[in-house]
């Protein structure tokens, strides 16, 4: 093994052939990193000077990116109330909401945070905001939370099982659990008054999801919360990523690329024969099996990448490894495929 320093990207295994559609996000990286051109739509607004852009989603409801993450915040006669905190974001968001309240006369104070779920990257700008703000998430967030202890993510003092209508300076913000998805404690946000749903880390408007199904730790679940979010009356979607925000169509698509990969996947596992890596590889078992897993990922993703490249940026980069991911949980979540020793 060489690292290669000149290519500036990370670790080259010598003499190893990866096929094109191998997974992305494991231990060896690709040498060529060239990948398919991102469709025009993918992208959002310019950013400023700071590296930020901030606009109006409705209302007094305000969203900011950094062209990867999201935040968002509504301004009331309480005070500023955030929507997750990402440390990518980190000052800039309080120079949005200095922005924003110098515009309108409003309040820059941040009063309430509210977690759409307990993860570092869209949290860890939490401490930016003090001791004294109200901090509000799912129950599970708080355990969470207080698993991890850090600093930079005080846990929510207000919690809900399942769901939790706030109503701060006239502003109704309803939150609600659905059952694990991405992470066991992500919640749904509905701003009712404001025609805007927030669900981070499921769908990334116009762009396929990154490695494992964002990165997701319960796939039914995931496959599960377009459906769910479908059911809410909404315009604007804050899904956590990128450059932009979402529509139902995003969604929709978002929704059909997920069936899309679990359909092929089922279909490779049905056609996908392993005896020849089996015969190959003799006694050398986890060699075998790497070989089968990694045909029937190849096998299975092709077709998908072929449909969305050019309709979902980076679908060429990562659905692959979201097919692998989606492969195992029809494996060993749903049992397909599973067969009794006769
Ligand atoms: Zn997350």
């Known amino acids: 093994m060489t690292e290669d320093n000149d290519s500036g990207r990370g670790l080259r295994i ?18 060529d990193r060239a990948s398919a051109p991102i469709p025009r739509s993918a992208l959002g607004p310019a950013l400023n000077e700071h590296g930020y852009y901030v606009g109006r989603v409705e209302g007094n409801l305000y969203w900011v990116t950094d062209g990867t993450y999201q935040s968002a915040f509504l301004t009331t006669s309480d005070g500023v109330v955030l929507l997750d905190a990402p440390p990518t974001i980190g000052h800039n968001i309080q120079r949005a909401v200095d922005e924003i309240a110098a515009a309108n006369g409003a309040s820059n104070e941040v009063t309430h945070l509210i977690y759409s779920h307990h993860h570092a990257d869209h949290a860890g700008a939490s401490s930016l905001f003090g001791r004294n703000i109200t ?15 850090d600093p930079a993510r005080p846990p929510p003092e207000e919690t809900f099982e399942d769901r939790l209508a706030l ?38 408007p116009g762009w396929a999801p990154v490695c494992q199904s964002n990165l997701t730790e319960d796939v039914p679940g995931f496959i599960e919360a ?5 059911t809410y ?13 979402g529509t139902r169509e995003d969604v ?14 089922r279909k490779a596992l049905d056609t996908v024969d392993p005896t020849r890596y089996f015969v190959t590889y003799g006694e050398n078992t ?3 099996v790497s070989g089968y897993l990694d045909a029937i990922t190849a096998t299975a993703a092709a077709p998908v990448i072929e449909k969305y490249t050019g309709v979902l940026a980076a679908a060429d980069v990562f659905t692959a490894s979201t097919t692998f991911h989606v492969m195992q949980s029809l494996r060993l979540d749903l049992g397909y495929g599973s067969q009794v020793h006769p």
């Not at 901090?135 to 202890?149: A, K, M, V």
């Not at 009356?233 to 925000?245: D, Q, S, Y």
């Not at 929709?252 to 996947?265: G, K, V």
Request: with cysteine; aromatic share 6%.
């Open 14 to 31: 010598q003499g190893f052939e990866r096929p094109a559609s191998a997974p992305r996000c494991d231990a060896v990286e690709s040498n």
């Open 135 to 149: 901090r509000i998430g799912h129950e599970q967030t708080r355990n969470l939370l207080l698993r991890d202890d």
């Open 167 to 204: 109503e701060i300076g006239g502003d109704r913000i309803e939150l609600a659990w659905h059952g694990s998805n991405h992470s066991p404690d992500n919640i749904f946000i509905h701003l009712p008054d404001h025609d805007a749903l927030m669900l981070v880390d499921v769908v990334n």
């Open 226 to 230: 377009p459906d769910t979010a479908l």
């Open 233 to 245: 009356p909404w315009k604007h979607f804050i899904g956590g990523h990128m450059g932009r925000l």
């Open 252 to 265: 929709a698509t978002h929704r059909q690329y997920m069936a899309d990969i679990a359909d092929s996947s």
């Open 286 to 288: 986890w060699t075998a």
